[in-house]
């Protein structure tokens, strides 16, 4: 009986790293998705998703943007991605672009196409146009409502918590 035993325990080890790998594995290759994904578009945020209702009726609040970010400048009606130090990037159109002579640089000022004023007061206090260092990427496609999920287990964490321990109760508990 002893024998049996341990090949059991044996085998029981083995199928424990065998899930501990498997885990692994699909964490590094979701990162590895998103580094190339990185590299390919230009921007250090491929995807985001809208998270109000400023940019209604052309994306709704949940809607998930794939960017991209080129050398090209930026122009008037594009939609754009900036983060000017804030902690959530801003999902709005370019309404005006003032090009300085002698540089590459441009004074952007964008607006939501569901609001009355201009940016200018989500701005830095010191700033009166947005500095096109602060664009992270243009929108070039976008998938309606998906991005509700990450909304959902942003707004109510208990959610992410649930939905994280049973994905990984799945994987303990599944025998291959």
């Not at 754009?80 to 999902?91: A, L, M, T």
């Not at 007061?121 to 991005?147: C, D, E, N």
Request: one cysteine or more; proline letters at 3%.
């Amino acid at each position: 009986m002893g024998w049996i035993e341990e090949n059991m325990k044996s085998t029981q080890i083995r199928q424990i790293l065998n899930q501990a790998f498997s885990l692994g594995m699909i964490i590094a290759s979701a990162l590895m998705i998103w580094k190339g994904l990185i590299c390919i578009t230009g921007t250090e945020s491929p995807i985001v998703v809208v998270l109000t209702g400023s940019m209604e009726p052309g994306f709704k609040r949940g809607d998930i943007l794939f960017l991209y970010m080129n050398k090209d400048p930026v122009r008037a009606g594009e939609i754009v991605v900036f983060n000017d130090g804030r902690d959530i990037p801003i999902v709005h159109r370019v309404i005006e672009v003032h090009e300085r002579q002698g540089t590459k640089e441009a004074d952007i000022l964008t607006k939501g196409d569901a609001n009355n004023m201009d940016d200018r007061i989500l701005y830095t206090s010191s700033q009166r146009w947005l500095r096109q260092k602060y664009i992270m990427g243009r929108a070039v496609g976008f998938l309606p409502y998906v991005g509700w999920v990450t909304i959902i287990m942003t707004e109510m964490p208990i959610i992410k918590y649930i939905l994280l321990s049973a994905l990984g109760l799945l994987v303990i508990t599944s025998k291959e």
